[in-house]
């Protein structure tokens, strides 16, 4: 009992407790720069090249639209799970959370983007829905009909021998269009992303 | 045979002492408990069947997300996994980052089952000065990754984002803080009179009992099973020269004081990787591949599994996991359980298990 007693006061009466009991403030409940919050718009030009889209995890949660000043990202902060692989993907900086662009400059980060596109030939049927529809194939073929044929060999996707074939594969922009209008999921587009952190190189 | 048996107590699945549903069946004779049954399967998920067929950028923060207090070390065991398929080597400075961010995570999810464990035995005091020092734990682990769980810090070949020297200095002014804290409350832990009768000598889990029941992590560290710890196998422990803690009385109070001395421990570990780490890059690159691996790590809860089957684009074919929680909450039911005096303790015991029911059932 007297030990407890003891105890209890020599707890009570620290120096360190008693300044706090007295003297102590909460904190103020502010955001700390360094928390990696929902990206914002720096106010950069956005160049539509869609890399933010394309590294985002979450199904959903950035969809890049028109405004009246040009493409914009828009977030959409429901399915967005503030991972900040956007802002990385970004080339023009055009995003910002926390301190990720900040520290892709400190670090000297660099990204790359490549794609491949398998397509299973026991599942193809040859419809060509995949080549009308890639928004690549418009570009370099105006006249490209129903079918998938053309007449250039220029295309990223035709169809040839009943069968899609991948032609030029460095003009993928990994937007999956192909991938959304394939009936029968053969065709499936892989987006390898890979970062290097380069200390050597000056920025 | 039939079995003499006064009443059937169901303890949850609400229960104010488990952090999360699940419901035991307590066989009771008078007040002492003969056997118990666990019956799982308010949380599921399914997270490994949403991962099938992903690509492995989704995978990982999907791996994070199979629980909420160790998320880190399913994030490191996953990327690692993938490394091992794909033949990515890290830089030597992410490594290092690696298990400073890994053992910031191991001290928070230890102090959470220590301050579970002290509400359990209502010694609510001593559980909030825990969480106190989590919360600084929490501030480390936010101001290296950005947040404070979910942090998705590690990516194939290396680490996100860099330790800088401000960061560094604040890390290590922080970590001189909480280990005078930690080791005032392992103390006042030890010391207390009270404490050890709620503790000592209740739910004994004997080293045969551990071993016949698969017992992982500080549970079976508590009963004398030091080898069972998977940073033994580490290469990057390896080079900070780790060594697991144990003891050698298999109760409550065992598996307590195993956490606390884990916490030490890890400090150690992160001063020790803070002192080993050089300049140099963190982010090496390289694409994950196809290949298949079984591969596991240590959580804090014990030994993480990962089964992992990917094509050449990266995406995951099959997954699955095993966590580390279901061994320890079956050593628990049918091993330390049995004999326990009264109800008041079986909450107890199952706390200083340390159950994490988000990872039993994913």
């Known amino acids: 009992m007297t030990i407890s007693i003891v105890y209890y006061l020599q707890e009570f009466f620290r120096l360190e407790w008693l300044q706090k009991f007295f003297f102590v403030r909460t904190a103020p409940l502010s955001i700390p720069p360094y928390f990696r919050n929902y990206p914002e718009l720096t106010g950069k030009t956005c160049t539509h090249h869609l890399f933010c889209m394309m590294a985002c995890p979450a ?22 799970i503030r991972c ?16 990720i662009l900040e520290s892709m400059f400190y670090d000297n980060t660099r990204l790359s983007f490549s794609f491949r596109i398998d397509v299973d030939p026991d599942l193809c049927m040859g419809c060509g829905n995949c080549a009308v529809a890639c928004p690549v194939n418009k570009v370099i073929d105006v006249q490209m009909s129903y079918g998938g044929h053309a007449s250039t060999n220029e295309l990223l996707l035709i169809v040839r021998e009943g069968k899609s074939q991948v032609l030029h594969l460095e003009k993928c922009t990994g937007c999956k269009t192909c991938e959304d209008n394939c009936p029968t999921e053969a065709i499936r587009v892989a987006r390898l992303l890979e970062a290097v952190h380069g200390p050597e190189e000056e920025l | 045979m039939k079995r003499t048996v006064d009443v059937n107590i169901p303890l949850g699945p609400i229960h104010p002492c488990f952090k999360e549903p699940a419901r035991l069946k307590c066989e009771a004779k008078g007040e002492r408990i003969v056997g118990a049954e666990v019956e799982l399967g308010y949380m599921k998920k399914g997270i490994e069947r949403i991962m099938k067929g992903r690509p492995w950028q989704e995978v990982m923060f999907l791996a994070e997300r199979v629980c909420g207090i160790c998320s880190v070390i399913h994030n490191m065991v996953f990327i690692e996994a993938m490394e091992k398929i794909s033949g990515i080597t890290v830089p030597e400075r992410a490594a290092f980052l690696r298990v400073v961010v890994n053992e910031l995570d191991r001290m928070q999810s230890h102090l959470l089952a220590n301050f579970s464990y002290c509400y359990t035995i209502e010694h609510e005091t001593l ?31 290396g680490v996100r984002f860099d330790l800088r020297e401000e960061d560094e200095g604040h890390l290590r002014a922080n970590l001189a803080a909480i280990e005078g804290s930690i080791t005032r409350y392992m103390h006042m832990f030890e010391g207390g009179p009270l404490i050890a009768l709620r503790s000592k000598g209740i739910g004994v889990l004997t080293r045969e009992a551990a071993q016949e029941a698969y017992a992982v992590g500080p549970t079976a560290r508590a009963s004398g099973i030091p080898e069972i710890d998977r940073r033994l196998r580490h290469p990057t422990y390896e080079k900070l020269g780790f060594e697991p803690v144990s003891r050698y009385e298999g ?9 606390f001395q884990e916490l030490l421990q890890s400090i150690s570990l992160v001063r020790g990787s803070l002192d080993l780490m050089n300049g140099g890059p963190i982010r090496g690159g390289g694409i994950p591949g196809a290949g298949e691996i079984a591969y596991s790590g240590e959580a804090p809860r014990g030994e993480l599994s990962y089964f992992l089957k990917t094509d050449d684009a990266g995406r995951v074919l099959e997954v699955s996991i095993q966590t580390p929680s279901i061994m320890n909450i079956e050593a628990c039911c049918h091993y330390m359980l049995k004999g326990v005096a009264s109800l008041a303790d079986v909450s107890s015991t199952f706390v200083s298990a340390d159950p994490c029911i988000a990872c039993t059932e994913r």
């Open chain 1, 59 to 80: 199904p959903g949660a950035i969809d890049v639209v028109k405004t009246e000043s040009g493409w914009q990202p828009r977030i959409h902060k429901g399915h967005c």
């Open chain 1, 84 to 99: 900040g692989l956007c802002v990385e993907a970004c080339p023009n900086g055009v995003l910002t959370s926390g301190r």
């Open chain 2, 127 to 157: 559980g909030m000065y825990l969480l106190d020092v989590r919360e600084r734990v929490l501030d480390e682990l936010e101001r290296i990754t950005g947040s404070r769980v979910m942090a998705a810090y590690m990516i194939p070949g």
């Open chain 2, 251 to 259: 109760d409550n109070f065992a598996r307590i004081m195993v956490r």
